[in-house]
């Protein structure tokens, strides 16, 4: 609940939020998300050296990915991890991409699915710096690898 100022006069302004439940949802947080990444100091220069000219492209991919993940409509296949593996990131990149992530959410949304996705991101957080971790060290150790 917020509260306006109008003058002398305070106004109560319900704001009510709901669950991601449809594609018009996802597109939301989505395109919010990423608004906010592009702009980021930290990992928006990843992004946007990585994604270029080609941001429609990647946002109707993420699109496609999360309403598979959320509402089980099975439109995304693919291997989200291999875009990922030579990203110039680290633990703090991914802490800053999902404290953008969680709190896109919490401001456009709230619910099981809601706190859903961001189970679902960071568990995918984690398992993508697990793996660039371990992919950096087996190219360290055996640069064949």
Request: glycine content about 4%; aromatic content about 16%.
């Amino acid at each position: 609940m917020a509260y306006l100022c109008v003058g002398f006069f305070y106004t109560q302004i319900m704001t009510t939020l709901k669950d991601i439940t449809t594609l018009e949802d996802i597109k939301l947080l989505v395109d919010s998300f990423y608004s906010k990444v592009q702009k980021d100091e930290f990992i928006g220069p990843i992004f946007n050296a990585k994604i270029g000219n080609q941001w429609p492209e990647h946002l109707e991919k993420m699109y496609r990915f999360w309403q598979t993940i959320l509402l089980e409509v099975h439109t995304y296949s693919g291997s989200p991890f291999p875009p990922h593996k030579q990203l110039p990131v680290a633990k703090e990149h991914f802490d800053r991409w999902m404290e953008l992530f969680s709190t896109t959410i919490d401001g456009l949304f709230t619910g099981p699915i809601a706190e859903e996705a961001k189970l679902r991101a960071k568990n995918m957080a984690e398992m993508f710096n697990y793996k660039i971790d371990y992919f950096r060290n087996a190219t360290k150790n055996n640069p064949q690898h």
